[in-house]
């Protein structure tokens, strides 16, 4: 596509169950990452992907974060046993690796944890 | 200390208004410097791009790095009730791949 595609754009869950949000890039952008936005907050960055180097994991808060990205396209955010401080806009991005600050966005994912 | 300071506003102004937004930062290592703007419910788009210090100007913005202070800035000349959103800015070490450092944005509103 044109640009960033995230989905769902909204979820709500409950407490306790896993979520996934899914991200699929601009094609040819091989560089991938999550980003998560609070009320009032910045970006927070999340997890980095780059070709099929090791992902840069650095930013996950916790163990119940994963990422992967399968193909070098689409990438999946996976958020086990939500809590409420998981709530948050949850953002994707992609660049060229040659152009580390271009990135382009996704509208990102509203996720709601009841 | 943040590494990113950036006043959230919001900011209002009357169209047709000079508008300036700033960031200060504490890590010297930064050396990529950005503006993103952000509409309600949107994901960031990139505005502006500059490498180290020095004026970049496009159209009806300027961006400003100033790294003897760790100041930038951009300035919006001629503001439109368009360019009402939430404006980021970000900044980046000089490395061979980098995670970005936002700013926590300033809310911009130009009114008619």
């Known amino acids: 596509g044109a640009g960033v595609s995230q989905s769902p754009s909204n979820k709500v869950t409950e407490k306790g169950k896993d979520v996934e949000l899914r991200c699929d890039p601009i094609?040819?952008?091989?560089?991938l990452y999550w980003y998560r936005q609070s009320l009032g907050q910045g970006l927070e960055f999340l997890i980095y992907?780059?070709?099929?180097?090791?992902?840069?994991k650095s930013g996950l808060p916790s163990d119940r974060f994963s990422a992967e990205r399968t193909g070098g396209s689409v990438s999946t955010l996976t958020i086990q046993r939500t809590q409420q401080e998981d709530s948050a806009v949850y953002l994707c991005?992609?660049?060229?690796?040659?152009?580390?600050?271009?990135?382009?966005f996704g509208s990102g994912t509203q996720l709601s944890v009841l | 200390q943040k590494e990113v300071e950036q006043d959230p506003g919001p900011l209002s102004v009357p169209e047709g208004a000079i508008v300036s937004l700033n960031c200060t930062y504490s890590?010297?290592?930064?050396?990529?410097f950005m503006w993103y703007r952000q509409y309600s419910r949107k994901g960031p788009e990139l505005l502006m791009y500059?490498?180290?210090?020095g004026n970049k100007e496009d159209g009806r913005f300027t961006a400003q790095v100033d790294k003897s202070s760790k100041y930038i800035s951009l300035f919006i000349r001629d503001s439109q009730p368009s360019d009402s959103a939430t404006y980021l800015c970000?900044?980046?070490?000089?490395?061979?791949?980098?995670?970005?450092?936002f700013g926590k944005g300033t809310m911009l509103l130009v009114s008619p």
């Open positions: 970000a900044m980046s070490h000089l490395s061979g791949y980098s995670t970005l450092t």
């Open positions: 094609s040819g952008h091989t560089a």
């Open positions: 991005a992609s660049s060229l690796v040659t152009q580390g600050g271009t990135l382009f």
């Open positions: 992907f780059q070709g099929n180097s090791a992902p840069d």
């Open positions: 500059t490498y180290s210090s």
């Open positions: 890590n010297s290592a930064f050396q990529y």
